[in-house]
């Protein structure tokens, strides 16, 4: 019974979001009860286990449910690989992104078995495609250096590959966006384009806007990624499709306590006005 009672509950949790607050996903998942409760079949089955999981974990269990969203969703991972962070914060910054890295991957691999779909850099033609292991020795072999060009590489790695150019695109898709610095080697307007180009050849396309959501990270206290973050979170013609881990939190503190963040950088993006999930600033 209380198995049933979980699948009921996962479901209809699923089913409201689609149809009152991410209405563009009856795109992808249908828009009659009908075909709703076809394409929800393996999420429900899914989510129903994840739930089960994080609350084993220590995860609370309405947080554990709203994150059972995530099996609705593709997530791509776009990494700062510039040198700083390597030598920023007396080399904190890459154990924090290994530590980000590691605790996204865990998460969403409950939600999907195959993993991160795509984990890209900004500066390097490596990567990684169905990503579920641990990162530091794959992060430990790789060069950080070169520019942060978040716009340039966004679109090429991320956006083109997996959503404008993907005529069989059949999940929408989160991307997490991780930096360290400032926007360098491109207009710091490039970056609010490619974003709203994306929406707009998605809405031209048919796919809708709810194909695509993004989530911006900072590492380390850098004041240009500061300030990149709040230009971003203030801006109004993106609210809608972005989400910003506010910028004066520290996110290597955050992720000692990890079901105080994820869930805001995992849902914030995809649940801006259903629950917002509001932080306290670190005394």
């Not at 990494?79 to 980000?100: A, H, V």
């Not at 991307?175 to 994306?198: F, M, P, W, Y």
């Not at 707009?200 to 380390?220: M, P, W, Y």
Request: net charge negative; proline share 4%; aromatic share 6%.
């Amino acid at each position: 019974m209380e198995q049933s009672n979980n699948s009921n509950r996962i479901g209809k949790w699923l089913k409201d979001v689609i149809i009152n607050h991410r209405k563009g996903l009856q795109k992808m998942y249908g828009e009659t009860k009908l075909e709703l409760d076809q394409s929800l079949q393996r999420p429900i089955k899914r989510g129903e286990e994840m739930a089960r999981k994080l609350v084993t974990m220590g995860c609370g269990i309405e947080v554990a449910k709203d994150l059972t969203l995530l099996t609705l969703y593709d997530v791509a991972i776009l990494i700062d690989d510039s040198e700083s962070m390597i030598y920023g914060e007396s080399g904190t910054r890459k154990n924090t992104l290994i530590q980000f890295i590691d605790h996204i991957t865990e998460i969403y691999s409950m939600a999907n078995e195959s993993g991160i779909l795509a984990m890209r850099f900004m500066n390097s033609r490596r990567g990684k495609k169905n990503w579920t292991g641990k990162s530091q020795a794959y992060l430990d072999g790789h060069s950080f250096i070169g520019p942060t060009r978040i716009g340039t590489e966004l679109k090429k790695k991320i956006l083109d590959k997996f959503v404008i150019k993907d005529p069989n695109q059949s999940k929408p898709l989160l991307v997490l966006i991780v930096t360290d610095g400032a926007v360098e080697g491109e207009r710091n307007s490039h970056l609010k384009n490619v974003i709203q180009d994306c929406v707009n050849e998605l809405e031209a396309s048919g796919k809708g806007r709810d194909a695509v959501s993004f989530q911006f990270s900072r590492i380390g206290s850098d004041p240009g990624a500061a300030m990149l973050l709040e230009d971003l979170d203030e801006d109004p013609d993106l609210a809608e499709y972005i989400d910003v881990l506010p910028s004066e939190f520290d996110l290597e503190s955050l992720l000692a306590d990890k079901w105080f963040v994820l869930p805001k950088i995992l849902l914030g993006a995809i649940l801006p006005k259903v629950k917002p999930l509001h932080l306290k600033p670190l005394a």
